[in-house]
């Protein structure tokens, strides 16, 4: 089993400051996925990055896939309140991070 | 299209009762996930299957947790007898593939929120 550690746990800011948040682990994986989860749902995909060094953009969002394919980051631009939730990142063996729990205060 | 459905959404029940969860996967989508997930943490992976088969079953307590997916798509979770650290959300997935090929991109569902008293 990789494990995934992510940081921080919880992230309180106000809307439209900036945000980092990280996924590392000591293993490489071939690929690695970004979920957010709302409260009384289930995760939903953001993102699949595949490539040591890629950068993927989802308006706002930022992802980026470390250089040794053992961690990853997200960093999300003039945060939103919509953008409270918690996101997860997740290896290619279907196991997940704790998440960072997100809270944008408007 | 129609995405993961799970059944029941939430179920109170008291300790030591059975308790059964239904998951029927998005159309098309061979492998199914279940996952626990405890309040303020990630999903853990409880079972994979591949079709019918359960190809990933070792966080599964077996003593009293079992599932099943006849004919390869709607599955079910059952606990039996139920305790009272089994509460929790059940997180049903599905995905194309599995494994670690492209594809296996995984859609959740809503997940059934289970209380034990």
């Known amino acids: 089993t990789q494990l995934l550690e992510q940081s921080p746990q919880f992230l309180s800011i106000q809307e439209g400051e900036n945000l980092t948040v990280y996924c590392n682990s000591s293993?490489?994986?071939?690929?690695l996925q970004w979920y957010r989860q709302e409260p009384g749902e289930g995760p939903v995909l953001l993102v699949t990055?595949?490539?040591?060094?890629e950068v993927k953009k989802l308006k706002r969002l930022t992802f980026q896939f470390g250089d040794a394919r053992k961690d990853s980051s997200l960093h999300i631009t003039a945060a939103q309140p919509g953008d409270t939730g918690l996101y997860l990142c997740a290896g290619d063996d279907m196991r997940f991070g704790a998440g960072t729990r997100l809270t944008v205060k408007p | 299209e129609a995405g993961v459905v799970q059944s029941p959404r939430y179920k109170i029940i008291e300790k030591k009762q059975p308790v059964a969860f239904w998951c029927n996967p998005i159309s098309g989508h061979n492998t199914l996930y279940w996952y626990l997930q405890n309040l303020g943490q990630g999903p853990e992976l409880l079972i994979r299957y591949e079709n019918e088969e359960a190809v990933d079953d070792s966080q599964l307590p077996k003593d009293r947790f079992s599932a099943e997916r006849l004919k390869g798509v709607d599955s079910t979770l059952k606990i039996q007898p139920a305790e009272l650290g089994d509460s929790a959300v059940y997180l049903c997935a599905s995905s194309l593939m599995g494994g670690r090929e492209a594809g296996y991109e995984q859609y959740f569902g809503p997940g059934t929120r289970l209380t034990v008293t």
């Open positions: 990055v595949v490539t040591g060094g």
């Open positions: 293993s490489v994986f071939s690929s």
